[in-house]
């Protein structure tokens, strides 16, 4: 399965990522506002061999997508859906390595998952969250038509050793409704 945009493609995730997937997710850069990670190489191999498994189960839930570059296959980052048990809602997350950062291909893959989420999975909503702090993931969301439901203050712990502190969230969301107009 693969999802197309004018300058990516997301497509499953393969055994071979691993080196490409483990520069971003090792890189305490880029996983700063992120509740997991920096990953060993334990952890991003556990991440791999999860979403390989997950493309095979049925109902699938979780679509875990490498976000490669369209014009060099170059994988840049990760992006995915992750739907309730009902197959109504789902929660969406990315990361980006740092080398691409400001050049828009977050919104571009947040946009292919909102449309794969409401066109193919036909869901009803489709949610996010990210720490307040984190401009960049809140942007991609505002510029992708999802509206800020929530502000959760200290309502979730930071990593050990890291952010140890009680973290803030913000909640967007998006209808299909909405979407669709």
């Known amino acids: ?19 490409s997937v483990h520069a971003y997710a090792s890189n305490l850069d880029n996983v700063k506002y ?10 991003t191999e556990e991440f791999l061999r999860d ?35 009902a197959g109504e809602q789902a929660n969406l997350g990315w990361i980006l390595h740092k080398n691409y950062w400001k050049q828009g291909y ?37 510029k992708c038509g999802m509206r800020r439901e929530a502000h959760f203050i200290k309502n979730r712990r930071g990593r050990e050793g890291i952010d140890d502190e009680w973290l803030d969230e913000y909640i967007y969301a998006i209808l299909d409704n909405e979407w669709f107009a």
Request: proline residues 2%; contains cysteine; neutral net charge.
């Open 106 to 142: 977050t919104t571009e893959a947040a946009k292919a998952l909102i449309a794969f989420g409401f066109n193919e999975l036909k869901l009803h909503r489709i949610s996010a969250s990210c720490h307040t702090l984190n401009y960049g993931s809140y942007r991609v969301m505002e």
């Open 34 to 43: 992120m509740i997991w990670g920096p990953n060993d190489e334990k952890a």
């Open 51 to 85: 979403c390989i498994a997950w493309q095979s189960k049925s109902p699938r839930l979780h679509y875990d997508f490498a976000v490669t570059l369209k014009s060099t296959g170059q994988l840049i980052g990760a992006c995915g859906i992750y739907m309730d048990n």
């Open 1 to 19: 399965m693969e999802l197309r945009t004018n300058r990516l493609i997301l497509r499953e995730f393969e055994e071979k990522d691993f080196s």
